[in-house]
């Protein structure tokens, strides 16, 4: 098991910006990827942005220019910057892993609000 826990998210205006942190324990070892989904109301889960063991990115196409994800290997973290926010990026926030298995894990999630 890999439990994740997410911390930093919250109501902010549209053009300011948060940061989304998660901490992973457990069988860190074996983790390969971590990243960020989202989900809105109404809408399926997406991927925001995914950072491999070496440093590899896949980053969504509407938060380009806009979101930045980096990783501390030895902490097991992973962050989401997230700048020029937009009404359009409010949705629950969750931060996902994956071992060399395939497995995934998930965070419970986090809010981010951004008004107009």
């Known amino acids: 098991q890999v439990p994740l826990v997410e911390s930093g998210g919250g109501l902010v205006q549209a053009g300011g910006s948060l940061r989304l942190s998660c901490a992973a324990s457990?069988?860190?070892?074996?983790?390969?990827?971590m990243g960020w989904y989202r989900q809105a109301p109404g809408k399926q889960r997406e991927l925001v942005a995914a950072?491999?063991?070496?440093?590899?990115?896949n980053l969504a196409d509407s938060v380009k220019g806009r979101f930045t994800i980096s990783r501390d290997n030895a902490k097991n973290t992973v962050d989401l910057q997230m700048n020029s926010l937009k009404p359009e990026d409010t949705a629950v926030y969750y931060c996902a892993a994956w071992d060399k298995w395939s497995r995934d894990y998930w965070g419970q999630g986090t809010q981010v609000t951004v008004s107009s």
């Open positions: 457990g069988s860190i070892f074996s983790i390969k990827t």
């Open positions: 950072i491999s063991t070496g440093g590899s990115i």
